[in-house]
Structure formats: C-alpha cells, structure tokens
C-alpha cells in the first residue's frame, strides 16, 4: 500500500459525505487505497484525510468539517463530500469524460455537479437546518433521500464494516459517473437545443432524444409567449414509435396539464399505445394519436376544474402544500381551477373560504420571499 495514494477516514458507522469524498478521490486517480481508522496518530501529511482530523487543510489534504461550520460563498454549509469535490472533482470531470474538455466545460459539469448532488449530501450531514417536506394527492408524503438510502448499507455490525464501505464506495462512483456523464451531454445538447425541435401550440417534436427537462423549462422560463408544454421523442422502447410527455413542474412530477383521452381514443388507438395512470406519458406508434391527446388535454384543462377531495386533506397545510410549492408556479397556474369535494364528488360546503385563504398564504410567502432576497 502507498500512503500518498490511501484516503483515511473514520471507521464505525459512514455517512455519505465520508463515502462521497472517497468515490472523488478514486475517480480523480488521487487516492487507490482506504483505511478507515479511529487513530488520529495515524493521521499524517501523506494521503488525503476524509470527515476526520478535525481540521481543513487542503494543503495537506485535510478534509474534515466537525471542528467549525464552513460555508460556501453562497450560503450553503459544506461537509466532506463538497470540501473534496470542489478540490479533486475537476480532476474526477477529465478522468470520467475522457475527451478534450474546455475549462469553461469543466467548470459547468463541476458547478452541476455541486449544485445537484454534493451541496445536498453536505446539508444532510452538517446543516440542522435541513428539512425534507415533500406533498402529493394525499397530503404530506416521506420522501427518502440518498443519504438515508446510503445509510441503510451500514452492516449491523458497525464494528466491522469495511466491505460494506467498499460497496457504498463503488456505489456512489458509479452514481456519480452517471450524473457527470449526463451533465456534459446536458451541456452539449443546450447549444443543439432548437435545431432538435419543432415547437407549435404548445407542443414540441424532436427529432432525437436529448437531456430535455431543465432545457424546456428554461426555454418556457424565457419564452412566455411561446411555452411547451407537451414533448414528443422517438421512443426508446421497442415497442412503440413515440413518446409523449407532459411538461412537470420544476423539480415535481405533478403535471401541469393531464393526459386525456379525446372521444375517440379508444378506436384510434392500437395495441401497444397507452396514456400512463399517472397521467405524466404517453406512447403511439402514430404521432397524429399524440398530438390529439395534447389538443385535448390542453382543452380538458381550461374547462374542467381539478377536484380535491377534503377527507384526504389532513389539515390545512397539506392542502397548502398539495397546490404550493416554493420551487414551482402550480398554485398561480391552477388555484382557479381548483374545487374541494366531499366524499360524493360534491363541492364542500368550506371550498371557498380554504381557497381564498390559500390565496391569502400564498401571496404572503411571496411577500416573505421577495423581503428576504432584499436582505
């Protein structure tokens, strides 16, 4: 074992900004060996020293986060994970993509990377601010993150849980493989963006597939007069031609215009084509079915109003948090169309009255937001 080339870090239980820091370390051809120890003498000048040695030293290769808060400059705490990512994760870029790289290139794979993946690890691990809420139909849903994910790999045993470490280790560099890879054809297909698509009346048709989904919504973010709200691929599945898919809320998969199936549909359609029971995708192997169902959806949702069912709101901050979200427009977009039904499908007798108030709550944390971008 060469000492220079081993990444040292804790032994006992791992969380995922000690496994991350080790899977960047081996990614960037830093480190090939691991020892996981509870010997801060065994700490020395030589190989990099992860979530352990209580300080930061990247001069000598410390990473450690435990002996003070350590923020980016944009506010968000730093753990392990982003401490080695922002010092070995542009070596980690050139190993993985292994073409001729701009720095330009490298620098928005490494902030991707960061804002996606690593600020995330690090604010589960170091900021007692963090907090996951997550809403769908039924009120407030358990979202499990990837660091409670990771955490499930510890052996029982945490006395001895080297292999598990090692399987976590391989785990998240082929996660982070994945995400670099999708990140640098992210990158390219912005500049190939409009000559894939044909965009008209809300629908666009590409002609390949492509990282689409932060590309549309920063298309619909700066073409107000011009939104896409339904996308059409050639499938990737053997067994249909095309693929339609309902444009999501940003960082949601509740749709903003359902699927619906026209009068007709059933006639049209053949075998192998299907609107999803969640109403997000659809699939043909005849592009005129698609762009009928998107007429008619798009239509569906001007004149019917969404119904919410008030026995499965359990109060009023899971109805707040069905049609809010802070990340997203859906309240403004549809709280007009909006109805709150009992268990007959009937109008409550109390719809008005929580719509108005959601209003009210609503325009307030607009107000609170803007107060606090101010500052």
Request: glycine share 4%; net charge negative.
């Amino acid at each position: 074992m060469i000492i220079d080339k081993t990444y040292f870090t804790h032994t006992s239980i791992f969380h995922l900004d000690d496994v991350t820091g080790c899977s960047i370390c081996e990614l960037s051809g830093r480190t090939e060996f691991i020892v996981r120890t509870h010997d801060i003498n065994q700490l020395g000048d030589l190989g990099v020293k992860g979530d352990y040695g209580k300080k930061y030293d990247p001069n000598n290769d410390y990473y450690d986060h435990h002996q003070t808060e350590m923020y980016r400059e944009d506010g968000y705490m730093f753990a392990t994970a982003g401490l080695v990512w922002k010092h070995y994760g542009k070596e980690a870029i050139v190993n993985i993509i292994e073409e001729p790289l701009s720095d330009d290139m490298i620098d928005e794979i490494h902030q991707s990377i960061d804002r996606r993946l690593m600020k995330g690890i690090d604010a589960v691990d170091a900021d007692n601010s963090f907090k996951t809420k997550s809403y769908c139909a039924g009120g407030e849903v358990k979202v499990m993150n990837i660091s409670e994910m990771f955490g499930y790999l510890n052996s029982d045993d945490i006395n001895d849980n080297d292999l598990e470490f090692y399987s976590a280790k391989e785990l998240m560099k082929k996660i982070i493989i994945k995400m670099v890879d999708f990140s640098y054809k992210y990158i390219k297909a912005k500049s190939e963006f409009y000559d894939n698509l044909n965009i008209e009346n809300g629908v666009a048709i590409a002609s390949k597939n492509f990282p689409w989904r932060s590309l549309v919504h920063e298309h619909n973010d700066n073409n107000k007069d011009n939104p896409i709200y339904y996308i059409i691929f050639p499938s990737q599945r053997p067994e249909t031609e095309y693929m339609m898919f309902a444009l999501s809320q940003k960082n949601s998969r509740n749709t903003i215009f359902p699927i619906e199936k026209y009068d007709g549909y059933e006639d049209d359609k053949e075998d192998n084509d299907f609107i999803h029971v969640g109403k997000w995708c659809a699939a043909s192997d005849h592009l005129s079915i698609l762009l009928k169902l998107a007429e008619h959806s798009m239509t569906f949702e001007k004149n019917e109003k969404e119904k919410i069912f008030f026995k499965d709101l359990k109060n009023l901050e899971a109805l707040v948090g069905y049609v809010t979200n802070t990340y997203s427009s859906r309240l403004r977009d549809k709280i007009d169309n909006i109805v709150i039904v009992d268990k007959n499908g009937e109008e409550h007798p109390k719809s008005e009255m929580l719509i108005k108030n959601i209003k009210r709550y609503y325009n307030s944390r607009l107000e609170i937001d803007s107060m606090l971008e101010l500052n």
